[in-house]
């Protein structure tokens, strides 16, 4: 049940991109780039998580999971700051 609810919020977030990057490429506004690209990053944790505790449990992989988690945050806060009107 724990696999399932992991696919399908990574598929979740995995839309949110898509649909954001959709809509940056027709509208142009800088701030949906990058929160575009934060919600890639979220689904590429997302699917971490599944690999780390589904595919191969006996090796952790958290502090990466954490990595790619903050450099999409540092992503997003930068297209806040300073990308904001």
Known sequence: ??????ILGSLTVGLCALLL????ARVRQRLLLWSGLFFVGLTISNVLVIVD???????????WRLAVAAFSLLLLLYG?????D
């Open 53 to 63: 505790l589904a595919v191969v449990p006996e090796f952790s992989i958290y502090s």
């Open 21 to 24: 990057l959709r809509a940056y």
């Open 1 to 6: 049940m724990q696999f399932l609810v992991n």
């Open 80 to 84: 806040l700051i300073f990308e904001s």
